[in-house]
T-cell receptor, first 116, second 113 residues
Framework: NAGVTQTPKFRVLKTGQSMTLLCAQD?????MYWYRQDPGMGLRLIHY???????AKGEVPDGYNVSRLKKQNFLLGLESAAPSQTSVYFC???????????????FGPGTRLTVT | GESVGLHLPTLSVQEGDNSIINCAYS??????FIWYKQESGKGPQFIID?????DKRQGQRVTVLLNKTVKHLSLQIAATQPGDSAVYFC????????????FGTGTSLTVIP
């Protein structure tokens, strides 16, 4: 199993450009998440999904959109990139966490995005 | 060595010593907590979890303690090794839908050989 994969690994954008980050998981997980991590800070939740076809806002959703058309994929879009969106983006997935089980989130390797 | 995540973001310990990393969480309704380890250039990795109906849970060389009265969580690493050098995050689940977790700012642990 590859676990959680993210593409691309690095990207440089100019202000106003758009892009899509792709996250894929092969663990048949229901839940998927997008986080951003800024220097010296913890992860902040941007958007999440509780199943195919669903999306919901997290702590810092402004400026981002997401889609979950297939269970294994979760896409994060930036419609008009801003320098404030320079960050490292992590995708994660988790299972249902049934009674007594773990809600462990499995993370991808991250995408380092720079907006100039 | 011991740290408080928000006030002392770095912790240095000698190889072989025990490490204690602390975390204060915000919501008394939080019912599930996870400790993650993040090595440089990588995504966070699960270390250990604990539910709010427990005070202590042990894993391999790690122990998590939960004090709900003061909303405090700690991670103890026994016989710290150079491979333990990383940033450690606590994450709390506030009992809401979607299995959302809120992460602390992290503590950077450096193990001195």
């Amino acid at each position: 199993n590859a676990g959680v994969t993210q593409t691309p690994k690095f990207r440089v954008l100019k202000t106003g450009q758009s892009m899509t980050l792709l996250c894929a998981q092969d663990m048949n997980h229901e839940y998927m998440y997008w986080y951003r991590q800024d220097p010296g800070m913890g992860l902040r939740l941007i958007h999440y999904s509780v199943g195919e076809g669903t999306t919901a806002k997290g702590e810092v959703p402004d400026g981002y959109n997401v889609s979950r058309l297939k269970k294994q994929n979760f896409l994060l879009g930036l419609e008009s990139a801003a320098p404030s969106q320079t960050s490292v983006y992590f995708c994660a997935s988790s299972g249902w966490g049934l009674a007594g089980g773990s809600y462990e989130q499995y993370f991808g390797p991250g995408t380092r995005l720079t907006v100039t | 060595g011991e740290s408080v995540g928000l006030h002392l973001p770095t912790l240095s310990v000698q190889e072989g010593d025990n490490s204690i990393i602390n975390c204060a969480y915000s919501n008394s309704a939080s019912d599930y907590f996870i400790w993650y380890k993040q090595e440089s250039g990588k995504g966070p990795q699960f270390i250990i979890d604990i539910r709010s109906n427990m005070d202590k849970r042990q894993g391999q060389r790690v122990t998590v303690l939960l004090n709900k009265t003061v909303k405090h969580l700690s991670l103890q690493i026994a016989a710290t090794q150079p491979g333990d050098s990383a940033v450690y995050f606590c994450a709390e689940n506030k009992g809401n839908t979607g299995n959302q977790f809120y992460f602390g700012t992290g503590t950077s642990l450096t193990v001195i050989p």
